[in-house]
């Protein structure tokens, strides 16, 4: 990240590092608040799975997304919106857990650390991951309604958060993963795969966040269009970073390029992804400003999607 790109946001980068610490800490501390409540009512080996894969780290990207969106749209900045945009990490955890199982992807090292099944076994980890799937819906209920919200407006964050997960999304995604196994991909159906298998949830947190703060319909179609360009920029990034950076670097592995994945960077090259991540990265910031929304935050969030190191 350089001074000058992060001075067009009104954040600087030194102020943006504190700013994600500081988002991180609430963030870690809700999650901690949901996991308690879940796992204490969970066998030992699935607990601790759910503990395990929830509070391992990460950047914790798709909440603070939330978060920073419900205050673009006029929210406050109590604790409660943590609350409920941690229900998008609780899905995003199970499809980690997931996807790092040996019948997916069979990954040894994720966040640095070994993955969920490698300490806690198999079973632990695949029931740990279902159990997070409902409990995240009841997540993003209940602190909704703690929050304030009216009823519309959770059963409509319920439903955000449910699509975005489901079939029509992030699952939906993995299905075409899957089937693309030892197999190139068009670049629509490139494409189609991302929109849905990363793009859909991180383009649902700050419809999430606008739905919480009761946002005007204008600013959550702004929203709504600022998170689908950042979950593409997010992902061309992490096609970028997997072909550039070393499982050390990147805390987890096998790579796409040892699952012999159809990536931006396979299908593209290293330079026109590189190119395509900035142009998605504009488009994020141009989304927010056709909807009037001065929201430096999220603004420095769309860089932050492509100026990543891990
Ligand atoms: C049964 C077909 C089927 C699916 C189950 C496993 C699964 C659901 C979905 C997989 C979805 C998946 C793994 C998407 C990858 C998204 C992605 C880019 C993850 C990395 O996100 P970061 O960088 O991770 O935000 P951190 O570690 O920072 O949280």
Redesign the pocket.
């Known amino acids: 990240m350089t001074g000058e790109s992060f001075a067009a946001t009104g954040l600087e980068p030194l102020e943006l590092r504190s700013v994600l610490s500081r988002e991180r800490s609430r963030v870690e501390a809700a999650l901690e608040r949901a996991v308690e409540g879940l796992a204490e009512r969970l066998p030992e080996g699935p607990a601790s799975a759910v503990r395990y894969g929830v509070l391992s780290?990460?950047?914790?990207?798709?909440p603070i997304l939330c978060a920073a969106a419900y205050r673009a749209g006029g929210g406050g900045d109590g604790d409660g919106i943590y609350d409920v945009a941690v229900s998008l990490e609780l899905i995003?955890a199970y499809?980690?857990m997931?996807?790092d199982l040996p019948c997916?992807d069979d990954a040894e090292l994720?966040?640095g650390r070994p993955t969920a099944h490698r300490i806690h076994g198999v079973t632990a980890a695949m029931n740990g991951g279902a159990i997070l799937i409902p409990a995240a819906a009841v997540q993003a209920w209940t602190a909704s309604r703690a929050l304030g919200c009216r009823e519309e407006a959770s059963r409509e964050i319920v439903a955000t958060l449910c699509r975005a997960a489901g079939a029509a999304g992030?699952?939906g995604?993995?299905?075409l993963d899957?089937k693309a196994e030892g197999r190139r991909l068009s670049a629509e159906e490139l494409d189609e795969l991302h929109r849905m298998?990363?793009g859909a949830l991180l383009a649902a947190a700050p419809r999430i966040g606008g739905l919480a703060s009761n946002a005007t319909e204008e600013t959550l179609q702004g929203l709504s269009r600022y998170g689908r360009a950042v979950g593409l920029a997010?992902?061309i990034t992490?096609d970028i970073l997997d072909a550039t950076s070393t499982a050390g670097e990147l805390g987890k592995n096998p790579s796409d390029r040892e699952l012999e994945k159809s990536t931006y960077v396979s299908l593209h090259g290293l330079e026109h992804a590189r190119e395509q991540a900035e142009s998605v990265r504009r488009r994020a910031r141009e989304a927010l400003s056709e909807a009037g929304l001065r929201a430096p935050l999220l603004a420095a969030l769309a860089d932050y999607a492509v100026r990543r190191r891990r």
Do not use: A, I
């Not at 780290?57 to 798709?62: E, M, T």
């Open positions: 780290g990460g950047k914790r990207l798709r995003h499809s980690l997931h996807d997916m994720r966040r992030m699952v995604g993995q299905m899957l298998k990363t997010f992902q992490d």
